[in-house]
């Protein structure tokens, strides 16, 4: 797993969606600095990815108001 750099973690934004059963307010931090590999835990793919290209790529709802900060920040 990935283990961050606590003092290395600054919040970037956050998005809240409305699902029909309950709210999600999801935080989006940004992380310079961290130690191991990134391995799914649930069976999913993992892909690095340019955030210019995040649009191309299936996500749930609330995940989408999270990308023109990422595209802000990184390019």
Known sequence: ???VCTPCLA???FASHAYDDFHLLMPLYVCRKWEGIIS???GQA???AR???LRNYP???ADAPLIGPLI???G
């Open 72 to 74: 802000d920040l990184l």
């Open 51 to 53: 955030a210019r290209d």
């Open 40 to 42: 799914p835990t649930e």
């Open 59 to 61: 996500m749930p709802p």
């Open 1 to 3: 797993g990935v283990r």
């Open 46 to 48: 993992v892909k690095w």
């Open 11 to 13: 919040p970037l934004t």
